[in-house]
């Protein structure tokens, strides 16, 4: 078999692990949501008390950015600072609800064109803001922040939303909801994003699910992309501290969770990676990736029992949806196969 080290050594060994699993697990019903992996703590203040939050939210966004040491260019800023002055320019400016639905949406035709007079690249997901428009690359996350910034500077009723792994925005007035996909620059509904992306129903208004942000979470979304982007960028403590901090402001929110887990990983402290994962599942449990996470973790342990009920849960969960599934399925087979040997 698989295992080289005597029995009495793995009994040892396996003791050892289950119990310090179940120790990190024991937290999972406490009511603090923060952090605990050891991260870099170069200053006293969270990111986001180093910066003026109450600007529009892609200034914000590039001065958190800047603070945790990411490059911004000014010119940036000067981008930011010409989008708002052509939507003063050529959108009309009423009460929050004065906007029937033919002028509220010729206005997401307008912010639109204008977010987008770049011709930008539509990527499936970036974390850095000044990165994507150095370069042009834009995702659901980067388009819909500059939706709101220009929405926070006209005043107008436009809100972001959050899926599991999507953002969008949504027009919502004391007597319309207009759901509209920045990516697509179009008109959607709820059934629309239920389906492409897979989703059931049930989901809806849970753990900031299709909730509208208020300005708190969006400086939580905007944090923990600070932290996705070092951990794209091996960075994983620092990765791990500013995860850590958008946790502190949306606890309920499954993603912080998530990238502490992978980074965990990269660091070889598979023990906390399990838990951090199972904290992202019990947050989102259909976040099959997790199951995958910790199917690794274990098999790093030499926890092999563990490890293969992990990938089943993540064979069980893999949404049709996912590219190329078929061949991901028989690779999950294959490594259940080899564990079991």
């Known amino acids: 078999g698989k295992r080289t080290l005597s029995i009495l050594d793995s009994a040892f060994r396996y003791i050892y692990i289950v119990v310090s699993v179940l120790l990190l697990s024991s937290a999972l019903s ?74 509220a949406l010729s206005v997401l035709f307008q912010i639109d064109r204008i977010v987008k007079r770049r011709g930008p690249n539509i990527l499936t997901y970036h974390s850095s803001l000044s990165m994507c428009l150095r370069f042009g690359f834009y995702d659901c996350d980067v388009l819909s922040l500059l939706y709101l910034t220009i929405a926070d500077e006209l005043d ?120 951090y994962s199972q904290r992202a599942l019990r947050l989102l449990p259909s976040s099959y990736r997790m199951h995958e996470n910790i199917g690794f973790s274990y098999e790093q342990l030499g926890c092999y029992t563990e490890a293969i009920e992990a990938y089943e849960g993540y064979k069980a969960g893999l949404p049709r949806t996912v590219y190329d599934r078929d061949r991901v399925l028989f690779g999950i087979d294959k490594k259940i196969r080899e564990l079991g040997m």
């Open 30 to 103: 406490c009511d603090e949501p923060r952090i605990t992996v050891e991260s870099e703590n170069e200053h006293a203040l969270a990111l986001y008390e180093r910066v003026d939050t109450s600007c529009a939210v892609a200034f914000v966004a590039l001065d958190l950015e800047e603070a945790a040491g990411l490059e911004v260019p000014e010119d940036l800023y000067v981008f930011l600072e010409e989008s708002i002055r052509l939507a003063k320019e050529t959108i009309p400016q009423r009460d929050r609800n004065g906007y029937d639905r033919v002028t």
């Open 156 to 275: 107008l009723p436009i809100e972001g939303i959050l899926m599991p792994e999507h953002m969008s925005v949504v027009w919502l007035d004391d007597h319309q909801e207009i759901y509209w996909e920045p990516t697509l620059g179009s008109l959607k509904d709820l059934d629309f994003y239920l389906d492409r992306y897979a989703l059931d129903r049930s989901l809806v208004g849970r753990n900031n699910m299709f909730t509208p942000l208020n300005r708190r979470e969006l400086i939580a979304l905007l944090t923990y992309n600070v932290g996705q982007a070092y951990l794209e960028s091996y960075g994983y403590r620092k990765a791990i501290r500013y995860c850590s901090e958008a946790s502190v402001l949306m606890p309920d929110w499954h993603r912080p969770f998530e990238t502490t887990a992978y980074a965990c990983k990269a660091m070889n402290l598979h023990e906390k990676s399990i838990y």
